[in-house]
């Protein structure tokens, strides 16, 4: 299996700062032939579904504020929140979908310092 | 809009078996799409169980494979899961989601179901 792993397992960000959140994969999700990530991100409220956020590692669901971004590529991957609003709080996961089973990392509890 | 609804026991005995369904509203599960479920032990991360297709093809876990079965009914726009045999260790928050393909990201989910396994 795939194993993600998520840095960190907290923090705490100012309102309107800038929060950065990383995903590593124990093997590459990039597949050579279309040049595409195989990495999501979702965000989790208390009480509530994870929602999907990021696809293809840096592809903005409808809907999603502009706010949030994702990059990297290979093994390496960071979820970006430009500036840090009070509905950011939550818990953030990155999903690998390269290869069966699908895995997720552990999560990532984002809070307002 | 496509919406997913979890139902079935909320308490499940030692040793038997977990049976959820998922209904499916807005969409018809025979125009495509793969139709997954994904647990979440309490205050613990995210783990796939398995996904289908309407057609009846599935994918499972491996971790779980031996003990889970998922199965699909058009006429009802439904999938079902079964977990035999569960101990404490599958007491979690069970959602049903739909992937666009196989692997794949999940979205919709519907809003999960706590299932626990005690006596």
């Known amino acids: 299996d795939i194993v993600m792993t998520q840095s960190p397992d907290s923090l705490a960000v100012s309102l309107g700062e800038r929060a950065t959140i990383n995903c590593k994969s124990s093997?590459?999700?990039?597949?050579?032939?279309?040049?595409?990530?195989?990495l999501a991100w979702y965000q989790q409220k208390p009480g509530q579904p994870p929602k999907l956020l990021i696809y293809?590692?840096?592809t903005r669901e409808s809907g999603v504020p502009d706010r949030f971004s994702g990059s990297g590529s290979g093994t390496d991957f960071t979820l970006t929140i430009s500036s840090l609003q009070a509905e950011d709080v939550a818990v953030y996961y990155c999903?690998?979908?390269?290869?069966?089973?699908?895995?997720f990392g552990q999560g990532t509890r984002l809070e307002i310092k | 809009q496509v919406q997913l609804q979890e139902s079935g026991p909320g308490l499940v005995k030692p040793s038997e078996t977990l049976s959820l369904t998922c209904t499916v509203s807005?969409?018809?599960?025979?125009?495509?799409?793969?139709w997954g479920w994904i647990r979440q032990p309490p205050g613990k991360g995210l783990e796939w169980i398995g996904s289908?297709?309407?057609?009846?093809?599935?994918y499972y876990n491996p971790s779980l494979k031996s003990r889970v079965t998922i199965s699909v009914d058009t006429s009802k726009n439904q999938f079902s899961l079964k977990v035999r045999s569960v101990t404490a260790a599958d007491t979690a928050v069970y959602y049903c989601a739909r992937g666009e393909d196989y692997p794949n990201w999940f979205a919709p989910w519907g809003q999960g179901t706590l299932v626990t396994v005690s006596s």
């Open positions: 293809w590692a840096s």
């Open positions: 289908i297709y309407h057609s009846g093809t599935t």
């Open positions: 093997q590459t999700v990039l597949y050579s032939s279309n040049n595409k990530n195989y």
């Open positions: 807005g969409y018809s599960l025979t125009s495509g799409y793969y």
């Open positions: 999903q690998q979908y390269y290869t069966t089973p699908q895995t």
